[in-house]
């Protein structure tokens, strides 16, 4: 029998979970990533131009964790991701508010793949502490979030710079893996 279909039903494993760190080039991606990884980093496993994969320990349960490059040409990628996804967090650059429906629209891509359905979303509203930062409210009613159906999804406001508000994005991590 095909390997892939006897993996099909063995129980997945933890370290086969994941998390992905989503959003446009320049949203803050890799700098939230070092702040959970300074705070959570079990294991630094690979970095290319495109994927820095990390395994963490969050209150116990482990999970790799992907932050994948967000220019239009490592976007293509992301699917190549989506198998074992557990939380997905999409970054946004509240200082850059004309890159909004950008960010909209590569959003609207991504939950629309079937293997991201019932997955839970984090929106992290980065760069808080820069003068003029849209706050979680505006960027809620920008990306049109309250639309989402069927999908639990639920808005951070951080400052990966300063390193405000990290720690409830790693509850929220911590409470949407261990589901
Ligand atoms: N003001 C401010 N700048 C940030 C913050 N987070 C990241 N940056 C800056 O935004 C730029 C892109 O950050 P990076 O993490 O490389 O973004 P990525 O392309 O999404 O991985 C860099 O110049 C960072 O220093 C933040 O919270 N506040
Ligand atoms: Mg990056």
Same mark, same amino acid.
């Given at each position: 029998m095909c390997l892939s279909l006897i993996r099909k039903f063995l129980p997945k494993s933890e370290t086969d979970s994941c998390l992905l760190v989503l959003g446009l080039?320049?949203?803050g991606k890799s700098s939230l990533t070092a702040r959970l990884a300074d705070k959570?980093?079990?294991?630094? /496993?690979a970095a290319s131009l495109v994927a820095t994969e990390l395994h963490l320990k969050v209150k116990g349960s482990k999970i790799k964790m992907f932050d994948l490059g967000g220019q239009l040409k490592d976007r293509? &990628?992301?699917?190549?991701?989506?198998?074992? /996804?557990?939380a997905l967090i999409f970054v946004i650059?509240?200082?850059?508010?004309?890159?909004l429906s950008e960010a909209r629209c590569v959003l609207c891509d991504v939950l629309l793949d079937e293997r991201l359905q019932q997955i839970p979303l984090l929106i992290v509203a980065n760069?808080? *502490?820069? &003068?003029?930062a849209l706050c979680s409210r505006s960027v809620v009613d920008l990306l049109g979030?309250?639309?989402? *159906?069927?999908r639990e999804w639920n808005i951070l406001e951080c400052s990966a710079r300063t390193g405000s508000g990290i720690e409830d994005i790693i509850e929220w991590i911590a409470k949407n893996i261990q589901k």
């Open positions: 080039d320049n949203a959570l980093c079990d294991a630094q /496993v293509v &990628l992301w699917a190549n991701y989506y198998q074992h /996804v557990r650059d509240c200082k850059d508010a004309a890159r760069k808080q *502490e820069a &003068l003029g979030l309250r639309r989402l *159906e069927g």
